[in-house]
């Protein structure tokens, strides 16, 4: 899936959208628009971050690229059989797409946010805001699809 296209990394400081050319990625890229220098930790991680309720708004809602967040839980079968999808996503779209996964049991306050009726449960989110909701057996390919507007 790796592509020449540049990688586009929100601003954390004004929320611009900057285009970088993967070849000045390692650059030091700054933001066109308030010069600040661009935040790059953590988007090249290239697998799944584990989210809490403490790190959620920064992990997510405050991410310079998009999310993708898989809601789970231990006890659930059908979360294990996305685990795989969620790890192949992460690494293929490396620096265009984080992935992000949050266990319900362990974090009460975002689930009840989101109001997490059912497991699995994949969001997107872009800016801070929630985009795209998925339930249940979601092939990778639909999610692939899904994804493909955001980066
Ligand atoms: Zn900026």
Redesign the pocket.
Known sequence: METGKPYIIR??????K?RILKEKVNEKP???????P?NMAGIFIGKPVEVSDATFETEVLHSQIPVLTFFWAPWCSACQGVLPIMNRIASGLRGRIKVAKINIDKNPSTTSHFQVMSVPLMIIFDNGKEKEDMTGAVSELDILKKLASYY
Do not use: D, I
């Open positions: 601003c954390t400081n004004c929320h611009a900057n700054v933001c066109g628009k308030c010069h600040k661009l």
